[in-house]
């Protein structure tokens, strides 16, 4: 009897196409849920000073599209894409600080793991954000002689770069923090720094509480806040 060697070949190849496509599925499975690198379906609630509704959507184990948005309007979407090396993310945000100014940035960076320069971190999981910025808005400023405020508008070319990272203590709480410096245009310079702790309820169900201080030439904000994500 003649083997069907054409058969066998075509159903080698399907079985090897399934195991490359599942491999990566399961490797994002296996990280922890705070792993910027993690390509996932999740959906969220967030409150500091108002309410925040937020959400990711994965298209297979390397693509996914991020969104946010808030009670005032301020909001941010994105794209993101996950190499062997590291993950790249397209961003559009939108943001209004204490002083009432409102800046708007368009980024393309990402997130490279230390462990893929073979660093070794031992028991923390750290990650090197950078990218390039180009920001502009409406900046209050006070004119003195005349006491009142009036909005100037600006825009800046900058690139960023920080530390991120994240400490497991045991298979629920999750340690986090991070820090970035930005330089750009005009003298343009800004550090954003966050904090928080995060409790896993289950597989797929996480708590968190959170801080964050962001100061550059548009304005100085501070938040502290708790948030909920499921993830599918």
Not at 154 to 165: E, I, R, T
Request: with cysteine; glycine share 12%.
């Amino acid at each position: 009897m003649d083997f069907p060697t054409s058969r066998y070949r075509a159903g080698l190849c399907a079985c090897l196409f399934s195991l490359s496509l599942a491999a990566p599925a399961l490797a994002q499975q296996e990280k922890n849920p705070e792993d910027p690198t993690k390509i996932a379906t999740k959906a969220g609630v967030s409150y500091s000073d108002e309410l925040s509704i937020s959400g990711s959507l994965a298209f297979g184990p390397v693509t996914k599209l991020n969104a946010r948005v808030s009670e005032s309007g301020q909001w941010s979407i994105g794209a993101s894409y996950l190499f062997s090396f590291a993950i790249l993310t397209f961003s559009a945000a939108e943001n209004e600080f204490d002083n009432g100014s409102v800046q708007t940035r368009y980024s393309l960076g990402g997130f490279v793991p230390l462990t893929a320069m073979g660093l070794k971190t031992g028991k923390w999981q750290l990650f090197s954000p950078f990218g390039y910025t180009y920001s502009e808005g409406e900046v209050a400023v006070t004119d003195v002689a005349l006491q009142e405020t009036f909005n100037v508008e600006v825009s800046n070319n900058s690139g960023y770069v920080g530390l991120f990272g994240i400490r497991p203590f045991n298979e629920r709480l999750t340690f986090l923090s991070g820090g970035i410096y930005t330089r750009g245009s005009d003298d343009f310079q800004g550090i954003s720094l966050g904090a928080g702790l995060s409790y896993h309820l289950g597989e797929n169900d996480t708590v968190a509480l959170f801080g964050s201080y962001i100061d550059n030439d548009f304005g100085e904000e501070q938040k502290l806040g708790v948030s909920y994500r499921h993830e599918f």
